[in-house]
C-alpha cells in the first residue's frame, strides 16, 4: 500500500518579530490542535528560537531555524552551529532560502555543505531551490532548479537525500503576492519527485512544499495537487490566523 506523505506546513519569519510580539503571536499558535494529517512548525530568528520554544512547549507546534553555519564549531564571529540549534530543540533547519542565496551570496556548494552538516546532526534539513523571473521566462526553470538539487545529491549522495525535505520556492512568487497557480507549481514538484527518482533517491518519501506568497485562499488549492505535501510560508505565518487557516487547510486534505 503507497504510504501518503503527512503535509508539512512551516512558518519563516525571517528577521521580523520582538520579544513582545513574538509572544501574542506564538500563544495563539499554542492553542492549534494537532492533527494526524499535518506537522505544523515555526522558524523564529535565531534570539527568539528559546522563546518560541517555551511558549510552545506541549504544543502541536515545533520550533526550527532559518539557517545553519556551514562550519561546525570554532572561529566564526556571528555563526551559529547546526549543533546549537540542536541543544535549543530545533527539529528542522531552513537552507539555501533564495535570500540567502541572493542576499548573502551563498552558493550551490554552501548550501550543500549545510545540508550535509544538518544531516550528519540529524536537523532535518528544508532545501529551497527555485529559479528567477528571468530564468523562468527564458525557460530554464527546471534546468535551474536541477543544478541546485544536483549540488546537494553530489555531496549528501541519493541514500541521504531522502530525509531531506526539498520546498520550491520560485522567486518571483517570494514576498511578491504573485503565486505560482496550482498546476505551475506541481508541474514542478512532479519534475523535481522525477529527478530524485532518477537519481537514485527514494523520491516517494520526500517531502515537497511549495513557497511564495502562499495565503488561506490560495493554500487549499496547492494542497490538493498530489505532488504538493505541505508549504513553506513567509508573510502569512506572522499572522496567527492566516498560518491556523494555512495548517488547517493542510490538515483537511
Ligand atoms: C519565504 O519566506 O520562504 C516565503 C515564501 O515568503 P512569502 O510567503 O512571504 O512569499
Known sequence: MLKVRKKLVIGNWKMNGCLERNASLLAELRLMGSSERVEVVVCPPFPYVSQAKEILAGSAVSVGAQNLSSFKDGAYTGDVSGSMLLDLGCSLVIVGHSERRSVFGE?????????ALALELGLKPILCVGE???QREAGEAEAVVQAQLDGVLA???????????VAYEPVWAIGTGRTATPDQAEVMHAFIR????RSGVAAQKVK??????????????LFVKPDIDGALVGGASLVAESFSLI??????I
Open 107 to 115: 552558493t550551490d556548494h554552501v548550501v550543500a555543505t549545510k545540508v
Open 208 to 221: 515537497i512544499l511549495y513557497g511564495g506568497s502562499v495565503t488561506a485562499a490560495n493554500a487549499p488549492l
Open 247 to 252: 495548517c488547517a487547510a493542510a490538515a483537511a
Open 155 to 165: 555531496v549528501v549522495g541519493a541514500a541521504l537525500a531522502s530525509d531531506v525535505v
Open 132 to 134: 528567477t523571473l528571468a
Open 194 to 197: 522525477a529527478h530524485l527518482e
